[in-house]
């Protein structure tokens, strides 16, 4: 078994495939920072040929993350590679990762290739990339239901070819993790030139066996696990990094091997993705859910409260949750504001302080105790780096049980107010009819969730929506103590990112 064991994340493109997903090139870059922090090994960025979207994106990342092995994909297509090079070019540490499909039921039925052509077509294209960079990974898609004694064949040629990381990607996650296991045995044991370099997995979480399988394959002699953050990905996902991760952590009595991760960055990176993928964890999630550790029952609450092994196998602060603490309050100044940000691991600029401190401000004229979480809200809550072309100015609403519910919004564009009313199936309903009016028609709002992020009356309440206009998605998020303002303020997030993403044209200015 290696000492060591690399993270490849694929929160950035196999991620983004979730359905319903897709980020901007600042929430890539923005996560893509903060999996520098959790330190990865290997970003993948994503699939530089599929849009001009996506090529800027991997481009962005390698230019501007450093310290970490930036990876496109590519088809085992020369056009597919030579996108990938041109945008990972700017890495200190550029990895072209190529795939072909090596089932029997993908080669025939997608493919339309017979083995013999799919090994050339590997060779060949391995080579190709090699031209470009020396760090190139190829990964035999389907290789969960591939012929092992061909997977065996096909590893030995592309290695010869020089590739350095070969990856057995459970594509559809059908297979057992005892099987899996078998089968990176067997490729360890067989495959010619194969203790030259990394042995990487992707397990797909059809079956729920993503984690389980990954975690037999490191048994077996996998020195790479590919994984996303939060468990995304395609269909039911991928295996999720903090589940691999803090398996191996809290289990170092069985597996002996090390990793590169800082396990305290995992919480606020997990609710990064969250917050800018807007596909929430279940409460029940392993690690990262809500309540991974909560405990309901008395008995177990009495066994914490005496000892917390007998039933925390690992510590909240271990993978970087603080307790909610109060800590500062309406008197607080610039400086204690400055010294809890790098207390909790924030670095942020001069502005991004300035902007943060104006919020704290407001928040402290409406609540008495700030938490941690509070804090974490505001600095996360990076309305102002989007261009604000819709702003709130005021709001009125007036509903009741025995009432119609109606809206009077003000909302200022450009040095000018518009005002409209609107009346609706409830407050928020009525608020957002108005902006319609305001904003143009044919909006859509798709989804609307409200939690709070703090305990008490005077909590924040923390709205996050999800719009489309035709085949265009933008989430939204807005914090406010009120409830209304803080929907007003999501909903005029996402439009302002729709904007900004698609130029005001997209609008349909009635
Ligand atoms: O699931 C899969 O096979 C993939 C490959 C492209 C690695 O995502
Ligand atoms: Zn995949």
Request: proline share 2%; glycine share 8%.
């Amino acid at each position: 078994m290696s000492s060591r064991i690399k993270i490849f994340d694929t929160t950035l493109r196999d991620g983004e495939q979730t359905p319903g997903v897709n980020l901007n090139i600042q929430e890539k870059l923005e996560i893509a920072h903060q999996l520098a922090s959790l330190k990865v090994d290997i970003i993948e960025a994503g699939f530089p040929v599929a849009s001009t979207g996506d090529f800027e994106a991997v481009k962005a990342v390698a230019q501007n993350v450093k310290g970490v092995t930036i990876c496109g994909l590519a088809r085992a297509l020369e056009k597919d590679i030579d996108r990938a090079w041109e945008a990972v070019q700017y890495s200190d540490g550029p990895r072209i990762h190529t795939f072909i499909a090596t089932s029997d039921i993908h080669m025939k039925y997608k493919l339309k290739m017979n083995p013999d052509e799919v090994v050339e077509r590997a060779v060949a294209m391995v080579k190709h990339a090699k031209k470009y960079c020396d760090d190139v990974e190829f990964s035999a898609e389907d290789a969960g239901r591939s012929n092992p004694q061909f997977l065996y064949r096909i590893f030995g040629e592309v290695i010869k070819a020089g590739a350095t990381v070969i990856n057995v990607p459970d594509t559809v996650g059908y297979t057992m993790p005892l099987e899996f296991g078998s089968l990176i045995k067997g490729i360890k044991e067989n495959v010619l030139g194969i203790e030259r370099i990394d042995i990487s997995v992707h397990c797909h979480n059809d079956l729920g066996l993503a984690v389980a399988n990954s975690l037999a394959a490191i048994e077996n002699g996998a020195t790479q696990i590919e994984c996303a953050i939060n468990g995304l990905g395609e269909r039911a996902g991928n295996a999720a990094v903090e589940e691999i991760i803090m398996s191996l952590a809290t289990r170092m009595d069985y597996y002996n091997i090390g990793y590169n991760i800082d396990t305290t960055q995992i919480s606020k990176t997990s609710k990064l993705v969250s917050k800018l993928t807007g596909i929430k964890c279940q409460p029940n999630k392993a690690v990262v859910g809500a309540n991974a550790f909560a405990h309901e029952s008395g008995i177990h609450q009495h066994g914490v409260l005496s000892e917390k092994s007998t039933y925390e196998i690992m510590t909240p602060e271990s993978i970087g949750l603080k307790q909610n603490k109060m800590v500062l309050g309406k008197l607080s100044g610039k400086h204690a504001f400055e010294d809890k940000l790098k207390e909790m691991g924030y670095n942020l600029s001069v502005d991004e302080i300035s902007k943060a401190f104006g919020k704290f401000k407001n928040l402290a004229d409406k609540k008495k105790k700030i938490t941690d979480r509070d804090i974490e809200a505001l600095v996360q809550d990076k309305t102002f780096e989007i261009p604000q072309t819709f702003v709130l100015d005021s709001f009125q609403i007036n509903s009741g049980n025995k009432l119609i519910s109606t809206s009077v919004i003000k909302i200022q564009k450009g040095g000018r107010i518009f005002t409209e009313a609107a009346t609706g199936d409830g407050p928020v309903d009525a608020a957002f009819n108005a902006i319609g009016r305001i904003i143009g028609t044919g909006l859509e709002l798709n989804e609307y969730e409200l939690g709070a992020v703090s305990e008490g009356q005077d909590a924040l309440g923390e709205v996050k929506v999800r719009i489309s206009l035709d085949d265009k998605f933008s989430n939204g998020r807005g914090i406010s103590t009120d409830i209304i303002e803080a929907s007003i303020n999501a909903y005029l997030n996402a439009i302002n990112k729709m904007v900004y993403e698609h130029g005001e044209d997209i609008l349909n200015r009635g």
